[in-house]
């Protein structure tokens, strides 16, 4: 009787730990980004004030993967490019920040207008005046929406600028970030008045709708411990869904907006650093189609 009773109450237990789990799968699916809700660019003027609701103009094809290619500035060194990654791969230093793709990875310094004090995070050249990051690195409902001002300083080295520093112009996000800081849409993107990427070069990208789970990247970025000194870590993807990619690989505050790029040798990112999830692991925003079209509008 007493067995049957346990049986009983353990039958219950798994009952109840599956209904959760089947309640948690539900939830995140409901999440996810679909081709209904594609990504949809809002922006601020920095000089102006201005906010505008950007229209993006997406083709409507068969077609399920896509990229843009790095550039390189002529002369410039190139560091080594893919390591395997054996066991356990920590952080790194990264010393040589004037070799690409270092060049192009930025050290970031943003204010809101609710706080006086300075924020923390990382971005990447795309283009010649265009760079991506984070979405909460340029909106924050809590410290009072767009940020103030946002400066970049290009492959930063503690107290070394060797790029200078730089004032983005325009700051752009997405309007279901801005609505709700719907964490599946937290992508930020950088305008700038000088040609910053011709010298520094840029990343490419790339998307597919394919999994990109196994798939070996790099996440290379400024946490905040370090003091404006660049840092890297490799390994793999663990888990890839329609919004975010997951991996197990360690990042700190300030690394948020650093580029999530293939370890091939093509630096193509497909994917901005984000979040640390509950679960166990950490997180970036994926850059699908809708994502990667608003990209090249500002390359």
């Known amino acids: ?35 209904s809700e594609p990504c949809q660019d809002i922006s601020k ?16 094809n068969k077609n399920n993967s896509g990229v843009m290619d790095a550039f390189i500035p002529e002369g410039m060194q190139v560091e080594p490019t893919t390591r395997k990654v054996l066991g356990s791969d920590n952080r790194v230093k990264i010393a040589n920040t004037t070799a690409y793709p270092n060049s192009a990875i930025c050290y970031m310094e943003m ?6 004090g300075l924020y923390v995070g990382t971005a990447w050249m795309y283009g010649e005046r265009v760079a991506m990051t984070a979405g909460h690195c340029v909106y924050n409902s809590k410290l009072g929406g767009w940020a103030e001002w946002v400066r970049i300083y290009p492959g930063s080295n503690g107290g070394t600028s060797p790029y200078g520093v730089h004032y983005a112009s325009v700051l752009h996000t997405d309007t279901k970030y801005v609505e709700s800081e719907n964490p599946n849409y937290d992508w930020g993107l950088l305008e700038f008045s000088s040609d910053i990427g011709s010298s520094t070069g840029y990343f490419g990208a790339s998307w597919t709708t394919s999994s990109l789970v196994g798939t070996g990247i790099v996440v290379r970025g400024y946490p905040l411990e370090k003091n404006a000194q660049m840092w890297s870590m490799s390994g793999s993807i663990a888990a890839s869904d329609t919004s975010k ?7 700190t505050t300030g690394q948020s907006g650093s580029p999530v790029y293939k370890n091939d040798g093509n630096y193509r990112c497909v994917g901005i650093h984000t979040n640390y999830h509950s679960f166990g692991y950490n997180q970036a925003e994926r850059i699908d189609k809708s994502l990667f079209d608003i990209m090249n509008k500002y390359r």
Do not use: C, H, R, W
């Not at 237990?13 to 081709?35: D, F, G, N, P, R």
């Open 245 to 251: 990619l997951s991996y197990y690989i360690d990042t």
């Open 45 to 60: 003027n920095l000089t102006t004030g201005e906010i505008t609701v950007n229209e993006t103009s997406t083709t409507f």
């Open 1 to 35: 009787m007493k067995k049957n009773k346990i049986v009983s109450k353990i039958g219950a237990l798994v009952l109840v730990v599956m209904l959760s789990i089947l309640s948690s799968i539900t939830v995140l699916a409901s999440e996810q980004k679909t081709e």
């Open 111 to 116: 204010k809101f207008p609710n706080d006086n």
